[in-house]
C-alpha cells in the first residue's frame, strides 16, 4: 500500500538536527513527504548529517510560512501531544493512529503533526486537529523527543499498512506441500525400522511425536530435500 496520502507536519522545530533524523526514520518506515512549518533553520548542515542516506527526503520537504498551509489538501489532521491536557478532545494511542492513518490515507489525505521540542502544539494549532495522539510513555518523563515521536508514529504506519520492507513473509518462502510432508513421514518411519531404531508395535507414539516436531518446524521444500537425502543415505549405509 502506499504512502503518498501521509505528510509528517513539524512546527517550529529548533534543532536542524531533529529534521534530519525525523527524515531519516520516515525513510526508513516507507514515509516520504515532510512539511516544515516555520523551522527555525533550514537547509541547515546539522540537518543534512543526521538524515544520512535520507537527504532526498529533506531536499523534498516542503517549508511553509503557516500550520494552514502545511494543512492544504487534508482531512484527517492528527497532532501529538505528551501530555494529556484538559481540554476536551478525543486522544488516541500511537497503535490507533497507525490504523486510523493507514486506513483513511486509501482515500484521503492525512497530516501527522508534531510540535516544538520545548512546548509541543499551541492550543490553537491544536484546535485544527480532529483527534490527538499520545504515544504511551513513563507518566513521571512523558516528553519524548520530536525525531523519536517521528519514529514510533511512522513505525505504527507502516506496520499498518502492512509494508514488509525487509523480512520475507511464509506466502514468499516455498513451504513444503502436505502431500510432500507425508511422502517424508513415510520414508522416515521405513529408514528408522531400517536402522533398527524403531519396532512400530513396541513404540507407536515415536512417528506421531515426531511428526509433531516437523510440523512445528513449518519446513520448506529446501529443508525437506536436505531431510530426504538424509535418510536415503542412512538407509543405503546401513
Ligand atoms: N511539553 C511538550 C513536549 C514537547 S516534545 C508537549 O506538551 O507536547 C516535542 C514533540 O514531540 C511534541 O510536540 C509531540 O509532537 C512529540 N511528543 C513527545 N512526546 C510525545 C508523546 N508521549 N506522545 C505523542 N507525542 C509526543
Given amino acids: 500500500m502506499s504512502s503518498e496520502n501521509i505528510r509528517i507536519v513539524m512546527i517550529n522545530t529548533s534543532h536542524p538536527g531533529n529534521i534530519g533524523a525525523a527524515a531519516r526514520v520516515m525513510k ?32 523534498k520537504a516542503i517549508v511553509c510560512d503557516s500550520f494552514e498551509e502545511a494543512l492544504d489538501g487534508c482531512h484527517l489532521v492528527l497532532g501529538t501531544t505528551a501530555r494529556e491536557r484538559k481540554i476536551q478532545h478525543e486522544f488516541i494511542n500511537g497503535r ?27 492550543n490553537d494549532e491544536i484546535g485544527l486537529c480532529h483527534k490527538l495522539i499520545n504515544i504511551p510513555t513513563n507518566p513521571d518523563y512523558s516528553s519524548l523527543n520530536v525525531a523519536s515521536a517521528v519514529q514510533i508514529i ?12 525487509t523480512h520475507q513473509t511464509e506466502d514468499d518462502i516455498a513451504l513444503a506441500s502436505s ?23 513396541q513404540s507407536p507414539q515415536l512417528i506421531p511425536k515426531l511428526r509433531h516436531i516437523y510440523n512445528r518446524a513449518r519446513l520448506t521444500q529446501e529443508e525437506l530435500n536436505i531431510l530426504r537425502g538424509i535418510l536415503s543415505k542412512s538407509q543405503k549405509n546401513n
Fill in 96 to 122: 490507533e493512529a497507525g490504523l486510523l492513518t493507514a486506513k483513511e490515507s486509501q482515500q484521503q489525505q492525512v497530516a501527522l503533526v508534531f510540535g516544538r521540542e520545548r512546548t509541543g502544539l499551541t
Fill in 154 to 165: 511512522s513505525y505504527e504506519v507502516m506496520m499498518a499498512l502492512g509494508i514488509q520492507t
Fill in 179 to 201: 502431500d510432500n510432508m507425508q511422502r517424508f513421514y513415510q520414508h522416515l518411519e521405513e529408514t528408522l525400522v531400517d536402522i533398527d531404531f524403531l519396532k512400530p508395535k
Fill in 28 to 59: 526508513n518506515m516507507g514515509l516520504k513527504r515532510l512539511y516544515l512549518v516555520q523551522p527555525k533553520s533550514f537547509p541547515n548542515y546539522e540537518a543534512s548529517a543526521m538524515a544520512s542516506g535520507a537527504s532526498d527526503l529533506l531536499s
